[in-house]
């Protein structure tokens, strides 16, 4: 039961994944030809359509490897074989100012500056090997001459020399894209108060005073910096010899294009790079025919980053998809689109950690474990500690992996209604990852035979667990894990027809389903 947990990032991560075959081995190499990007070895127009990498972003200062998957060259290939086959032909890779430059110096970790330049080389190359261009994106910086760590406002004094050391280092590949800053934005106190308000002009031209904080609530008696402006960075990649398309993003976290036609530099390689999420002030179709089409009439546009935080009908990610195609503008989502409001690392530490989830049962009586009955009172009080020791045993790691399996197993019988054990917590008090593990467990014991009674059929097994949404699960984690139920079902054959081990599911690589007919 524990190996076939591995189905609950279907609700995580979009059917994509299940996509079979892999791409071309030759990978484009984009350019600029009026308001379209080409492939300029083939001269056909080329759309982007993939995802973003979580990863390389908090690298390195945080003590983590460069991406999810570590730094092995074999577990570099199996993740970018894996994205081979979702048939994508574009990866975003947002990346640390620090992590590459190294001016003020990294805690300890996997990574030095060195390395991680080295890494992210290896994993473009990887990239490029199976027809993959990839898309490097400025995405924390570190003007206040500490580690970069989260989000500013707009580029910094640091930002010249980090796009002169990139552009430097990957001019002569022709299959890169370059993304000068992820998300130029305004800054509002925790009154709710605009403490600073970017102008296009300031995009275009720095020069003006921005705070040094990172994206957080801006406090009072912040540091500033002089922002640096989209026109100095573009010179400086072009005096670095590359030739490369670059994007810029607008204004309001990437959300706004207004001004970017009568403030972008003069330059014939430019991509107009937005950002769309449900929350956002330009998120319908409406605004996006009002403000998004014109722009793409004179240049191509790029959705370097779409999604939404549920699993909703209608899906915002699907009317902006189809929107996206009408005009033949490209997208990448970020980690995978459909996600439950948390970011890939989050998947992909679940991933791992929730086979551990019963570990507490090590602790659990053999005549009570192995009971074919029911419970006595007294048996019931037993095998209701099996998640504390679970946890106990677990927490005992400071590893992320091993604290979050702690939480899981402490928290995966907890029931939205505040009537599980061992806490009695009740809705959104019960961790997310406890309530992911709780629907993918259910079911997944619901259709395996038990020594006390046969599995139930699937459609049984969806009836009882539509019967407990809001009761027992969180509705929402309900609704996403059956919109993608066709997936799981037929994910878990395919698991049990390979009899992979706890070893295989808590690989990185995402698991491919073997169609039933091959066998």
């Given at each position: 039961m524990a190996s076939r947990l591995r189905r609950l990032l279907f609700c995580l991560l979009p059917a994509i994944l299940l996509m079979a075959g892999g791409a071309s081995a030759a990978a484009p190499q984009p350019m600029v030809k009026?308001?379209?990007?080409?492939?300029?070895?083939?001269?056909?127009?080329?759309?982007?359509?993939?995802?973003?990498?979580?990863?390389?972003?908090?690298?390195?200062?945080?003590?983590?490897?460069?991406?999810?998957?570590?730094?092995?060259?074999?577990?570099?290939?199996?993740?970018v074989a894996a994205m081979a086959s979702w048939k994508i032909n574009t990866v975003r890779l947002p990346l640390n100012a620090d992590c590459w430059l190294g001016k003020y110096g990294l805690p300890e970790g996997p990574l030095t500056s060195a390395g991680y330049r080295q890494a992210v080389e290896n994993f473009?190359?990887?990239?490029?090997?199976?027809?993959?261009?990839?898309?490097?994106?400025?995405?924390?910086?570190?003007?206040?001459?500490?580690?970069?760590?989260?989000?500013?406002?707009?580029?910094?004094?640091?930002?010249?020399?980090?796009?002169?050391?990139?552009?430097?280092?990957?001019?002569?590949?022709?299959?890169?894209?370059?993304?000068?800053?992820?998300?130029?934005?305004?800054?509002?106190?925790?009154n709710g108060t605009k403490v600073f308000g970017l102008t296009w002009d300031c995009w275009a031209n720095g020069g003006c005073q921005a705070p040094a904080e990172p994206d957080t609530a801006a406090k009072s008696g912040m540091a500033w910096y002089r922002a640096t402006g989209m026109k100095e960075l573009t010179t400086v990649v072009r005096n670095a010899g590359a030739t490369q398309p670059i994007i810029l993003s607008g204004i309001d976290y990437a959300n706004d294009l207004r001004?970017?036609?009568?403030?972008?530099?003069?330059?014939?390689?430019?991509?107009?790079?937005?950002?769309?999420?449900?929350?956002?002030?330009?998120?319908?179709?409406?605004?996006?025919?009002?403000?998004?089409?014109?722009?793409?009439?004179?240049?191509?546009?790029?959705?370097?980053?779409?999604?939404?935080?549920?699993?909703?009908?209608?899906?915002?990610?699907?009317?902006?998809?189809?929107?996206?195609?009408?005009?033949?503008?490209?997208?990448?989502?970020?980690?995978?689109?459909?996600?439950?409001?948390?970011?890939?690392?989050?998947?992909?530490?679940?991933?791992?950690?929730?086979?551990?989830h019963d570990i507490g049962k090590i602790g659990m009586p053999d005549g009570v474990l192995k009971k074919p009955g029911g419970f006595t009172p007294e048996e019931r009080a037993v095998m209701n500690q099996h998640p504390a020791i679970g946890a106990e045993i677990l927490g005992r790691s400071r590893i992320p992996l091993f604290q979050l399996a702690a939480e899981v197993a402490l928290s995966h019988h907890e029931r939205w209604d505040g009537s599980g054990y061992p806490s009695?917590?009740?809705?959104?008090?019960?961790?997310?990852?406890?309530?992911?593990?709780?629907?993918?467990?259910?079911?997944?014991?619901?259709?395996?035979?038990?020594?006390?009674r046969p599995a139930f059929s699937d459609a049984k097994a969806i009836e009882m667990l539509r019967a407990e949404r809001g009761r027992a699960f969180d509705p929402r984690v309900v609704d996403c894990f059956l919109e993608h139920i066709g997936d799981m079902i037929e994910l878990r054959d395919s698991v049990t027809r390979n009899r992979l081990d706890f070893e295989d599911l808590t690989q990185d690589a995402p698991l491919r389903i073997v169609p039933r007919e091959s066998h």
């Amino acid at each position: 039961m524990a190996s076939r947990l591995r189905r609950l990032l279907f609700c995580l991560l979009p059917a994509i994944l299940l996509m079979a075959g892999g791409a071309s081995a030759a990978a484009p190499q984009p350019m600029v030809k009026d308001n379209r990007i080409i492939d300029s070895v083939t001269s056909k127009r080329f759309v982007p359509h993939g995802v973003n990498f979580p990863g390389f972003e908090y690298a390195c200062q945080q003590g983590w490897s460069y991406g999810e998957d570590g730094t092995e060259p074999d577990e570099v290939g199996s993740t970018v074989a894996a994205m081979a086959s979702w048939k994508i032909n574009t990866v975003r890779l947002p990346l640390n100012a620090d992590c590459w430059l190294g001016k003020y110096g990294l805690p300890e970790g996997p990574l030095t500056s060195a390395g991680y330049r080295q890494a992210v080389e290896n994993f473009v190359s990887a990239l490029n090997s199976v027809g993959i261009v990839a898309i490097l994106d400025l995405h924390w910086s570190n003007p206040d001459g500490v580690v970069a760590e989260g989000l500013r406002p707009m580029p910094d004094q640091n930002s010249p020399d980090f796009w002169s050391s990139v552009a430097s280092r990957f001019k002569d590949n022709k299959s890169v894209i370059f993304d000068l800053f992820n998300e130029p934005h305004s800054r509002w106190n925790s009154n709710g108060t605009k403490v600073f308000g970017l102008t296009w002009d300031c995009w275009a031209n720095g020069g003006c005073q921005a705070p040094a904080e990172p994206d957080t609530a801006a406090k009072s008696g912040m540091a500033w910096y002089r922002a640096t402006g989209m026109k100095e960075l573009t010179t400086v990649v072009r005096n670095a010899g590359a030739t490369q398309p670059i994007i810029l993003s607008g204004i309001d976290y990437a959300n706004d294009l207004r001004g970017w036609l009568e403030n972008a530099p003069n330059d014939g390689q430019l991509i107009a790079g937005f950002h769309n999420y449900p929350g956002q002030r330009c998120h319908t179709s409406q605004c996006w025919n009002e403000e998004i089409a014109p722009v793409n009439l004179e240049v191509p546009v790029l959705a370097a980053e779409f999604g939404q935080n549920d699993c909703g009908t209608p899906s915002h990610v699907n009317r902006f998809m189809e929107w996206a195609d009408d005009q033949s503008i490209g997208y990448l989502a970020w980690a995978l689109a459909l996600r439950l409001g948390q970011r890939s690392t989050f998947a992909s530490l679940l991933r791992k950690a929730a086979p551990m989830h019963d570990i507490g049962k090590i602790g659990m009586p053999d005549g009570v474990l192995k009971k074919p009955g029911g419970f006595t009172p007294e048996e019931r009080a037993v095998m209701n500690q099996h998640p504390a020791i679970g946890a106990e045993i677990l927490g005992r790691s400071r590893i992320p992996l091993f604290q979050l399996a702690a939480e899981v197993a402490l928290s995966h019988h907890e029931r939205w209604d505040g009537s599980g054990y061992p806490s009695r917590l009740a809705g959104e008090a019960i961790p997310l990852s406890g309530r992911i593990v709780a629907v993918v467990d259910f079911f997944d014991a619901l259709t395996m035979d038990r020594c006390y009674r046969p599995a139930f059929s699937d459609a049984k097994a969806i009836e009882m667990l539509r019967a407990e949404r809001g009761r027992a699960f969180d509705p929402r984690v309900v609704d996403c894990f059956l919109e993608h139920i066709g997936d799981m079902i037929e994910l878990r054959d395919s698991v049990t027809r390979n009899r992979l081990d706890f070893e295989d599911l808590t690989q990185d690589a995402p698991l491919r389903i073997v169609p039933r007919e091959s066998h």
